[in-house]
């Protein structure tokens, strides 16, 4: 369990017993003083106890990771971990095609110095690279 020092206005009316319109109604007023963080309305606990919405001592604990603020926390560390493993993916790819281009190269120029001892006047094949 953690205590946050900030909920979201519907983790905060779950806790007050409230409703999450209630909230915002009171933000409208002007008597409750709410932010944003990540796109998201938050209130602070201790604003909630000044209003009066909760006592002092009262428990605001959520499990972690229930909060809404976690919740695109959680997604957006699945993303980076998604791309992380693309990004592996791309780059052991990108390593393999090196490795295929350098044998590539290599073999033509074998073939070229074997075509000039063959046919030694001949430019049949005039190095490009």
């Known amino acids: 369990m953690t205590t946050p020092r900030m909920l979201t206005l519907s983790d905060a009316a779950e806790v007050c017993g409230t409703t999450k319109k209630a909230l915002e109604r009171r933000a409208e007023r002007g008597t409750l003083d709410v932010g944003r963080r990540g796109g998201v309305r938050v209130v602070e606990v201790s604003e909630l106890v000044r209003v009066g919405l909760l006592d002092a001592g009262a428990d605001v604990s959520l499990p972690a990771g229930n909060s809404a603020i976690d919740r695109p926390l959680a997604v957006l560390a699945r993303r980076v971990a998604e791309a992380d ?40 094949l005039a190095e490009t690279a």
């Open 85 to 124: 493993a693309d990004l592996a993916e791309l780059r052991a790819a990108l390593d393999a095609t090196e490795s295929a281009l350098r044998r590539a190269r290599e073999d033509a120029r074998l073939l070229r110095t074997r075509l000039a001892q063959v046919a030694p006047g001949a430019d049949l």
